[in-house]
């Protein structure tokens, strides 16, 4: 079992930026993929971006490259979304999830099996 416990959402202004964080604990990562999804009203979950804990291989979503940057603090084990050049167009519930092991595309919420309860990013403009 593993619970994930996100934290770091707010507000901020366009342009600006946001670290963030999601604890891990419970079970041990080494074959896990660990992703972020995000939620805005009325839309479909998305996937942002994505990260094997054991190889530390990165994955984004087209809309989060050049400016989001997932990385992971193993002592922590923590994972960080870091970004950047905000938009109002991020504004939405930022969720971490835990596939161990990922079956399938890292693309796809499906394939996780474990969820954090989300956070609120909300850029204005």
């Known amino acids: 079992q593993v619970q994930l416990a996100e934290s770091g959402g707010g507000l901020v202004q366009a342009g600006g930026s946001l670290r963030l964080s999601c604890a891990a604990s419970?079970?041990?990562?080494?074959?896990?993929?660990m992703g972020w999804f995000r939620q805005a009203p009325g839309t479909e979950r998305e996937f942002v971006a994505a990260l094997s804990w054991r190889w530390g291989s990165t994955y984004y979503a087209d809309s989060a490259k050049g400016r989001f940057t997932i990385s992971k603090d193993n002592a922590k084990n923590t994972v960080y979304l870091r970004m950047n050049t905000l938009k109002p167009e991020d504004t939405a519930v930022y969720y971490c999830?835990?596939?161990?092991?990922?079956?399938?595309?890292?693309?796809?919420?499906?394939?996780?099996?474990?969820w954090g309860q989300g956070t609120q990013v909300t850029v204005s403009s």
């Open positions: 999830a835990a596939a161990s092991p990922l079956r399938g595309s890292y693309d796809a919420g499906s394939n996780y099996n474990y």
């Open positions: 419970g079970s041990t990562f080494s074959s896990a993929v």
